[in-house]
């Protein structure tokens, strides 16, 4: 167990090319990380090697995707430490994860009923919900922050009540950083609704930042995409609670989700595969056990500490550049900078940044109603990873004192 960054640099192929006759400075990770190379072999050799359908197979490739496919489950499981493999259900990203659930809350909540998420939200979090409660005639509260990006407590215990039916929150604000008690805050949930209230955490952007243990959290659903946490694109694990997924309204129908069709009729089949309709994205998810069998070989403490000290150092240059204004100061933080500057729009920063090979994000980060409660029309913001280095931090200043004179 060991933490290298320069040796994790050497197995990120990416890392080495240049943009713009620069070298590739990446910090674009809140948005989709970069892929080690065992990732893209494991891929490959999917690929080449034992490419099939899985599950109907009666031959032998089928059988060896098959047990490929499903030893992933058990990897994303104990990853988790989901109290079964039945609790992972493959889907295509966080936003069909939520899908899922606010697709099934939509049947079960009913006039008066009350749903909570947060001013922070990507927009996966709340124009899903915001569906489900047009569809239900139930009610969407919004639970408020500062101007620091917290989430401010007893407001948001205030809006908890005996009409509460479920209570959506991210791990951590993919635009600001924030990083919310979570553990806390949904024993507050459980406790004040008498365990009423079901609570599903978007789990997007914690859940490379942190230690997910879900029966530690108690949460009922937890959502997280592979290509952010190093995997590949077109893949997401819905985690959510055996008694609760066993008969949650089936999302999509079709093949594999059934047990047995007539003409007239079907029935669905058992865990985890009602909630997986059609041919599922095998390559990905044999990519993503690899990426996890990689994550866990690293010292995950070293890991967060070193992200932890690359977002203290950014946050120090930034606070010591003047004409730049840090957005969102919470006091826990996944390793994201989003700031504006005095002088020139997101979109000119992150342009003029490309131009010297720093790859960052700008806009409003898919959560517009955040950037209007904060009055900015978006940020710039640099998202790190596990792979990067001090030097990528100086780099980023480096290119933003460019912005700053070719602005003037
Ligand atoms: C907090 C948060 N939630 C949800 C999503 C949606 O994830 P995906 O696009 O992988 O479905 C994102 C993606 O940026 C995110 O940051």
């Given at each position: 167990?060991?933490?290298?960054?320069?040796?994790?640099?050497?197995?990120?192929?990416?890392?080495?090319?240049?943009?713009?006759?620069?070298?590739?400075?990446?910090?674009?990770?809140?948005?989709?990380?970069?892929?080690?190379?065992?990732?893209?072999?494991?891929?490959?050799?999917?690929?080449?090697?034992?490419?099939?359908?899985?599950?109907?197979?009666?031959?032998?490739?089928?059988?060896?995707?098959?047990?490929?496919?499903?030893?992933?489950?058990?990897?994303?499981?104990?990853?988790?430490?989901?109290?079964?493999?039945?609790?992972?259900?493959?889907?295509?990203?966080?936003?069909?994860?939520?899908?899922?659930?606010?697709?099934?809350?939509?049947?079960?909540?009913?006039?008066?009923?009350?749903?909570?998420?947060?001013?922070?939200?990507?927009?996966?979090?709340?124009?899903?919900?915001?569906?489900?409660?047009?569809?239900?005639?139930?009610?969407?509260?919004?639970?408020?922050?500062?101007?620091?990006?917290?989430?401010?407590?007893?407001?948001?215990?205030?809006?908890?009540?005996?009409?509460?039916?479920?209570?959506?929150?991210?791990?951590?604000?993919?635009?600001?950083?924030?990083?919310?008690?979570?553990?806390?805050?949904?024993?507050?949930?459980?406790?004040?609704?008498?365990?009423?209230?079901?609570?599903?955490?978007?789990?997007?952007?914690?859940?490379?930042?942190?230690?997910?243990?879900?029966?530690?959290?108690?949460?009922?659903?937890?959502?997280?995409?592979?290509?952010?946490?190093?995997?590949?694109?077109?893949?997401?694990?819905?985690?959510?609670?055996?008694?609760?997924?066993?008969?949650?309204?089936?999302?999509?129908?079709?093949?594999?989700?059934?047990?047995?069709?007539?003409?007239?009729?079907?029935?669905?089949?058992?865990?985890?595969?009602?909630?997986e309709a059609g041919t599922p994205n095998i390559a990905a998810v044999i990519g993503f056990a690899a990426a996890i069998n990689w994550f866990k070989q690293l010292d995950i403490k070293a890991v967060l500490r070193h992200?932890?000290?690359?977002?203290?150092?950014?946050?120090?240059?930034?606070?010591?550049?003047?004409?730049?204004?840090?957005?969102?100061?919470?006091?826990?933080?996944?390793?994201?900078?989003?700031?504006?500057?005095?002088?020139?729009?997101?979109?000119?920063?992150?342009?003029?940044?490309?131009?010297?090979?720093?790859?960052?994000?700008?806009?409003?980060?898919?959560?517009?109603?955040?950037?209007?409660?904060?009055?900015?029309?978006?940020?710039?913001?640099?998202?790190?990873?596990?792979?990067?280095?001090?030097?990528?931090?100086?780099?980023?200043?480096?290119?933003?004192?460019?912005?700053?004179?070719?602005?003037?």
């Amino acid at each position: 167990m060991s933490f290298d960054v320069l040796q994790i640099r050497q197995q990120f192929p990416i890392l080495s090319r240049t943009v713009h006759n620069r070298p590739l400075v990446y910090l674009d990770n809140a948005a989709t990380t970069q892929k080690p190379q065992v990732v893209i072999d494991a891929i490959v050799d999917y690929y080449s090697n034992y490419n099939s359908n899985v599950h109907r197979g009666a031959h032998q490739l089928a059988d060896e995707a098959t047990r490929k496919y499903e030893d992933a489950r058990d990897t994303v499981a104990s990853f988790i430490n989901a109290n079964s493999r039945n609790e992972v259900i493959w889907t295509s990203g966080t936003t069909e994860s939520i899908n899922i659930v606010t697709h099934g809350m939509a049947q079960k909540l009913r006039s008066g009923d009350e749903v909570i998420v947060t001013q922070m939200e990507h927009h996966a979090n709340l124009v899903t919900w915001q569906q489900a409660c047009k569809a239900s005639g139930a009610t969407l509260l919004i639970a408020p922050i500062n101007d620091a990006g917290e989430l401010i407590r007893e407001e948001f215990i205030k809006l908890i009540g005996a009409r509460t039916r479920m209570v959506s929150i991210p791990h951590a604000s993919n635009a600001l950083g924030t990083l919310n008690p979570i553990k806390a805050l949904i024993s507050e949930i459980k406790k004040i609704t008498a365990n009423q209230a079901l609570v599903m955490i978007d789990g997007a952007q914690g859940i490379a930042h942190s230690e997910v243990d879900v029966q530690q959290l108690n949460c009922d659903f937890y959502a997280f995409s592979s290509h952010k946490f190093y995997g590949p694109t077109g893949l997401g694990v819905l985690w959510g609670k055996e008694n609760l997924l066993t008969d949650w309204p089936v999302w999509q129908t079709g093949g594999e989700m059934i047990s047995e069709v007539s003409y007239q009729d079907a029935k669905w089949n058992t865990l985890p595969y009602r909630l997986e309709a059609g041919t599922p994205n095998i390559a990905a998810v044999i990519g993503f056990a690899a990426a996890i069998n990689w994550f866990k070989q690293l010292d995950i403490k070293a890991v967060l500490r070193h992200e932890d000290a690359l977002l203290t150092q950014a946050t120090q240059m930034a606070e010591d550049f003047s004409g730049l204004r840090i957005i969102g100061s919470a006091s826990a933080k996944v390793p994201v900078l989003s700031f504006v500057m005095d002088r020139g729009h997101p979109a000119d920063i992150g342009f003029i940044l490309d131009r010297q090979g720093v790859a960052i994000r700008t806009g409003h980060h898919c959560a517009e109603p955040l950037m209007n409660r904060l009055s900015v029309p978006g940020t710039a913001r640099a998202s790190f990873a596990l792979y990067n280095t001090s030097d990528d931090v100086e780099q980023l200043f480096v290119a933003l004192k460019k912005v700053k004179m070719m602005l003037a």
